[in-house]
């Protein structure tokens, strides 16, 4: 991933959703040929027929005090060539020259761009230029983000998880993942991801009748037809959802910060596991995750240390009001058990001890006013892997086998005095507030805490799920199909999060919603102050 830093600029300016909706989805921008705003207009000739193409439009991510990555695909051999701006006209826009798109990353490119204003409303667009012949250059795609603000002003943002799940894609008869245009619609600063960001595992079927009678029409692709094997299969996942055009305006519109779980990969799997599953020639986990994790990178606008190009886990400072930390509990874990083992040790690994240092060194270090822990999975609802378990949670009692890792970072919180940590999270495929309360708690050496689960956002829905009294989750409040499963997202059980921190009384509102808009539950959070 290439770096480039930009000139700072003063000059403020406000997208209009229309314009950049109409503009973005469609692949809308000038031709090459015509010129770009600015006077710095991209060299280029106008046969189109011969010109590359931006196949999946734009994206941006992991946004900062001074920036964000962003990240497109051509058809070819291409460089990327991108303009940014400050203004919506373009009047001040640079020209920037990026990587080259080739053949081992699929022909994907990412940078991320730097020294920009803080808290400034980004407009960028991003063409190709043909390796093979230079006058050749794509039409350009247009996208936007924000910054991260300086100051302590508001921030607003969304989360979710479970995307294209249980044999559910896109029907776009039925409009599509409608679920994206409700968060774009929110106009948030950015999305979390929270994982299930595609269903690897999970091939599709052109029709699936429904319950009413009537009868889901999925777009299939080749890659979607079966598991996910091959690095092409994964890659082909990825590329599924950039099919939909409300996914497609989401990402140009919102940046986002991605992380992954299980059906990136294969469902439930964990370093070292041999599938049994007669659907996959290739048996080893290890190897799947590796191609998965790749594909991840390639088609999510990430910020990949370039010692360290399979790192997921990782903190994103958005200004003074907010860290979020990005963790991982994929990568590092033990194998899946009965998760009961009275001492700690490699088996019982979930964040693993580097990352879990990490963590606590990162969580110490922050000053920012709240600490997001992002986590790819719930803490106190059981997460069943048949007779094993697929999280922490193991059944009520004192903490055990995976819990021990949780039970030292909640001590070390509070014994760090490290104040006012949320954990947002998905993955059950309903949606929930859980208040941890130590005096219900069977470990009680923690501060109270808030954990929010939201999502689907397109996938079946699932739940409720059997809670676990170690930590003492209270459910404050839960939406769910009350046992029934696999409801297609026709049903209206897809929801996501919409958070909310106001920059004058730092007080967090966390705020659950449905795909139709309809605000379930809401709480402010006051800050414990220093």
């Not at 994206?59 to 990555?69: E, F, I």
């Not at 994964?234 to 986002?256: Q, S």
Request: charged letters at 25%.
């Amino acid at each position: 991933m290439t770096r480039v830093v930009l000139p700072r600029t003063g000059a403020q300016a406000r997208v209009t959703r229309r314009r950049f909706l109409a503009g973005s989805a469609a692949g809308a921008g000038l031709a090459a040929a015509s010129g770009l705003a600015s006077g710095l207009a991209m060299p280029g000739i106008s046969r189109a027929a011969s010109r590359p193409q931006i196949t999946h439009g734009v994206q941006s991510g992991d946004p900062g005090a001074g920036g964000a990555v962003i990240w497109s695909r051509a058809d070819r051999p291409a460089r990327m060539v991108v303009e940014v701006a400050t203004r919506e006209s373009f009047a001040d826009a640079r020209r920037l020259v990026g990587p080259a798109a080739l053949e081992a990353g699929d022909y994907t490119a990412k940078m991320r761009l730097g020294d920009l204003p803080a808290g400034q409303q980004v407009f960028y667009r991003v063409a190709f230029e043909d390796l093979a012949e230079p006058t050749l250059l794509s039409e350009p795609v247009e996208g936007r983000f924000r910054t991260a603000p300086g100051d302590r002003r508001s921030v607003r943002f969304v989360w979710t998880g479970d995307t294209a799940g249980q044999g559910w894609g896109i029907d776009r008869e039925r409009g599509g993942m409608t679920g994206y245009a409700a968060m774009l619609a929110q106009n948030p600063d950015f999305f979390i991801n929270s994982g299930d960001t595609i269903y690897a595992d999970g091939p599709l079927q052109a029709e699936v009748a429904l319950p009413d009678g009537g009868v889901w029409k999925n777009l299939v692709t080749e890659e979607k037809a079966k598991v996910a094997e091959t690095l092409a299969e994964f890659r082909g996942n990825f590329k599924y959802n950039l099919l939909d055009e409300n996914y497609l305006a989401m990402m140009a519109g919102v940046p986002m910060i991605a992380q992954w779980d299980d059906h990136e990969t294969v469902n439930n799997w964990y370093p070292g596991e041999l599938l049994a599953d007669e659907r996959y020639s290739v048996k080893s986990a290890s190897l799947l995750a590796a191609r998965a994790n790749r594909a991840f990178h390639e088609f999510m606008p990430t910020a990949t240390p370039a010692l360290e190009p399979e790192r997921v886990h990782r903190k994103i400072s958005y200004g003074p009001l907010l860290d979020v930390f990005v963790i991982d509990m994929r990568t590092f874990r033990g194998a899946n058990s009965d998760n009961r083992q009275p001492v700690a040790g490699p088996e019982t690994a979930f964040l693993g001890t580097e990352q879990l240092a990490w963590l606590k060194r990162e969580l110490l270090a922050s000053k920012a006013t709240w600490k997001v822990i992002a986590s790819d999975m719930p803490i106190g609802i059981q997460v069943k892997d048949g007779d094993n378990f697929e999280n922490a949670a193991n059944g009520d009692g004192p903490a055990l086998g995976r819990e021990m890792e949780i039970a030292e970072l909640l001590r070390f919180i509070k014994l760090n005095d490290v104040a006012n940590t949320v954990w947002l999270t998905a993955d059950v495929h309903y949606t929930a507030a859980h208040y941890y309360d130590p005096s219900k708690a069977q470990f009680q050496e923690f501060e109270p805490f808030w954990e929010f689960v939201s999502g689907p956002i397109h996938a079946g829905s699932f739940g409720p799920g059997q809670m676990d009294d170690t930590f003492g989750p209270q459910v404050v409040y839960s939406k769910d199909p009350a046992g029934r499963a696999n409801l297609p997202p026709s049903e209206g059980l897809q929801f996501f999060g919409l958070v909310e921190i106001d920059g004058d009384s730092q007080a967090m509102t966390v705020t659950l919603k449905d795909i139709a808009d309809a605000a379930l539950y809401s709480v402010t959070l006051e800050p414990k102050r220093g």
